[in-house]
């Protein structure tokens, strides 16, 4: 079975850090492209950042870079999302996605539609 696994959230304060995990089950999709998204109450999908399995990664967010790290670890099977400078803003829901197509970064709302975790809450409140 495929399958994704978020975790990682929870509560941290304004300026604080999480490191939020993926861990994919099934050889297959550990060699995927692996995305990061969010979607934060009220507001539509957006997509963080990108990995190939090669470990080339793209970022979309301009508000993010600098203050995300996006990294994986082939053998694990695990993809990391590193936040810090975290700020209220940034609450939201946040997934991971994984797509077959090694092409996929080029155009994040395309792909990611068939593997999906379930999601991990990242509250950033004093």
């Known amino acids: 079975q495929r399958q994704l696994v978020e975790s990682g959230g929870g509560l941290v304060q304004p300026g604080g850090s999480l490191r939020l995990s993926c861990a994919a089950s099934?050889?297959?999709?550990?060699?995927?492209?692996m995305g990061w998204f969010r979607q934060a109450p009220g507001k539509e999908r957006e997509g963080i950042s990108c990995i190939t399995y090669s470990g080339d990664i793209t970022y979309y967010k301009e508000s993010e870079k600098g203050r995300f790290t996006t990294s994986r670890d082939n053998a694990k099977r695990t993809v990391y999302l590193q936040m810090n400078s975290l700020k209220p803003e940034d609450t939201a829901v946040y997934y991971c996605?994984?797509?077959?197509?090694?092409?996929?970064?080029?155009?994040?709302?395309?792909?990611?539609?068939?593997?999906w975790g379930q999601g991990t809450q990242v509250t950033v409140s004093s």
């Open positions: 099934g050889v297959l999709l550990g060699s995927f492209t």
């Open positions: 996605a994984a797509d077959p197509n090694p092409r996929a970064c080029v155009s994040i709302d395309k792909f990611f539609r068939s593997y």
